[in-house]
């Protein structure tokens, strides 16, 4: 309430700002009494709260390969499954919290019980697994994480250090890393280098995708996804320091965003997508053919067809992926 001027006039103050940040800027300091937050062309929180849907099951028609993305915090492993499809486009699954210490293995455990081991279905029954896992090993248990993703390679779990700037590229191939328990080298562990900006700004630009297809990405309508979420995925924005010489822009936490785990979630996840062999055309069509339709006949030339190696018929087991 103001008793200097009329809700109409502020509400005509809001519309013919609309549009110039500078002028919106001064609308929500001087009239609203709020931080004005400069997000550009960004997404807002409300905008991806409004873009979430119903799911028919786990895993919605058009998903073919899942992914995970997890942050390790000294108290917590925070997670989000993703789902990729052709050109792009995504679909979050799942963003989940396991509460424990990384050095625990009641922690691993429920990490292997509820997410690693987990197959996610579809509506007819069909499941998928994980096909790969990124795990921050950043923070105070660095060599834990790296020992426990060395037990769990055959879940194709693998650990990451991000590392900023926009002149890292987004993925590379994996090296071999030490494992150091109390100053002593007991082994090795693959560990993928990460450009976390180079992510972030892809996260950014696929969110202004208005329709679905093509780099579009979905939301469930539930309480994981939910405005804390959305707060977090937005909570940093790329900015320029003209006073840095090599690197001007970096991407810093927006006031009032204090957790950015989502952000760092779906950064790990889009990254283990990129660097996974896949042929998303091949995926499809098992998926299809489980599903017991017929696939158009392929054009060979009138080459014959190999022999086939074995007489027994072996039915493809899509979960195994």
């Known amino acids: 309430m103001s008793q200097w001027k009329s809700w109409a006039s502020i509400v005509l103050d809001f519309l013919q700002a609309q549009g110039d940040s500078r002028k919106m800027q001064v609308v ?56 990729y499809g052709h050109f792009g486009e995504t679909w979050g699954i799942e963003k989940g919290i396991i ?14 019980t509820n997410v690693l081991d987990r197959v996610y279905r579809f509506a007819d029954g069909l499941g998928l697994r994980l096909s790969m896992s990124f795990m921050d090993e950043g923070g105070h248990f660095t060599q834990e994480v790296r020992s426990r993703c060395r037990e769990r390679i055959s879940k194709k779990l693998f650990c990451i250090k991000g590392l900023p700037g926009q002149d890292r590229p987004y993925t590379g191939p994996p090296r071999q890393v030490r494992i150091v328990v109390n100053g002593t080298h007991v082994g090795f562990c693959w560990q993928y280098q990460i450009g976390v900006d180079a992510g972030k700004q892809l996260i950014m630009d696929n969110l202004r995708a208005k329709e679905p297809g093509p780099r579009y990405c979905h939301f469930p309508l539930r309480d994981d996804y939910g405005a804390g979420y959305f707060a977090g995925l937005l909570s940093e924005r790329l900015t320029y320091n003209d006073k840095a010489k090599r690197n001007p822009w970096s991407w810093e936490k927006i006031p009032g965003h204090d957790r950015n785990e989502p952000l760092d979630c779906r950064n790990y996840a889009n990254a283990a997508f990129k660097v996974l062999p ?16 017929a696939l158009p006949v392929p054009v060979d030339g009138g080459r014959p067809s190999p022999a086939p190696r074995s007489r027994v018929k072996r039915t493809p087991r899509v979960e195994e992926w």
């Open 28 to 83: 929500y300091n001087t009239v609203f009494g709020k931080l004005w937050e400069n997000r550009g062309d960004m997404e807002d929180e409300d905008s991806l709260l409004k873009r979430r849907e119903e799911y028919p099951a786990e895993l919605p028609n058009g998903v073919l390969v899942l992914t995970c993305g997890i942050d390790t915090q000294d108290d917590r492993l925070e997670y989000e499954v993703v789902g």
């Open 278 to 293: 896949k042929d998303l055309d091949a995926i499809d069509r098992r998926l299809q053919q489980a599903r017991g339709k």
């Open 99 to 112: 509460m424990g210490r990384p050095d625990a293995d009641a922690t691993w455990d429920a990490l292997d």
